[in-house]
């Protein structure tokens, strides 16, 4: 019995991996055989071929991975001052009642317009470039991480709080020992939600707001009607995100849930 665990967990990983992929191997099999049956203008859109060699191409002259380096990049650092502020303010929020008062309302409404909605400002301030498009997904990301961690806090009871504070700990044990970990699966999962939003911020930012990231490709692929460039950008942006979230952001929020005991692992 002791021997067939792993054996029984690689074969459920494997499964749930081949369910994940046989949809998508599916699409893109229909996918070329709708082209193919309908005879589709590749100005239109283009065949399975044509976006394997205009990726092949991109690759071997540098330029995709250019542009995924660059969007990957400013995802990262928007990401990192969102998270620097937003976990500080959402436990100030979930701990200090006259700061949620007042910050909550401005968190909820922001919240709505976090994103997209700030590029036009955000070319103003910050003009065109790494600068705006930063701006932009750490607003996607830092509202909606300050409310989760807010939840988080405030999620904790206070005979835990009371608790802790019995046997001796201070400010920065509390934090550190209580409020923190309690919170940290609503981070995590506030993290993987600001990310999804971000990444759609990020790439409607390149399209307008620089000449270097997968948005940028898009855009200026269209231009030129080279379908099948806008076509691979697609799917790198695709492939990209689940990358992400399930081999890092799923996992993580998944790993924190089991750990504070929210789910039996």
């Known amino acids: 019995m002791f021997a067939g665990g792993p054996r029984h967990g690689l074969a459920g990983r494997a499964r749930a991996a081949l369910t994940f992929v046989l949809p998508l191997a599916g699409l893109v099999v229909l996918w070329a055989l709708v082209v193919r049956a309908f005879d589709v203008d590749p100005r239109v859109f283009p065949g399975v071929g044509a976006v394997v060699q205009a990726g092949a191409e991109a690759l071997a002259d540098g330029t995709l991975v250019a542009h995924v380096a660059a969007s990957l990049g400013r995802v990262?650092?928007?990401?990192?001052i969102a998270l620097a502020?937003?976990?500080?303010?959402?436990?100030?929020?979930?701990?200090?009642?006259?700061?949620?008062a007042f910050f909550t309302p401005l968190v909820r409404f922001?919240?709505?317009l976090a994103g997209i909605a700030w590029i036009p400002i955000a070319t103003l301030?910050?003009?065109?470039?790494?600068?705006a498009i930063t701006f932009v997904i750490f607003n996607a990301v830092f509202f909606v991480?300050?409310?989760?961690?807010?939840?988080?806090v405030s999620s904790i009871p206070m005979a835990v709080r009371h608790a802790a504070a019995s046997l001796g700990a201070g400010r920065s044990a509390m934090l550190t020992e209580v409020l923190l970990p309690g919170a940290l699966p609503n981070i995590v999962t506030g993290v993987r939600t600001g990310l999804g939003f971000a990444w759609r911020?990020?790439?409607a930012a390149e399209m307008i707001a620089t000449n270097v990231g997968l948005g940028y490709m898009l855009f200026a692929a269209r231009d030129f009607y080279k379908t099948e460039v806008?076509?691979?950008?697609?799917?790198?942006?695709?492939v990209l995100w689940l990358a992400l979230d399930r081999l890092l952001l799923a996992p993580l929020e998944r790993l924190t849930s089991e750990r504070w005991g929210m789910v039996r692992a």
Do not use: D, E, K, R
Request: hydrophobic share 60%; glycine share 22%; net charge neutral.
């Open 76 to 80: 990262a650092a928007g990401t990192a």
């Open 85 to 100: 502020i937003g976990i500080p303010l959402g436990v100030a929020m979930g701990t200090v009642p006259s700061v949620a």
């Open 110 to 112: 922001f919240s709505v």
């Open 125 to 131: 301030w910050f003009g065109y470039g790494f600068g």
């Open 145 to 152: 991480v300050a409310y989760n961690t807010l939840l988080g």
């Open 201 to 203: 911020g990020l790439i």
């Open 230 to 238: 806008i076509v691979l950008g697609m799917v790198v942006i695709g």
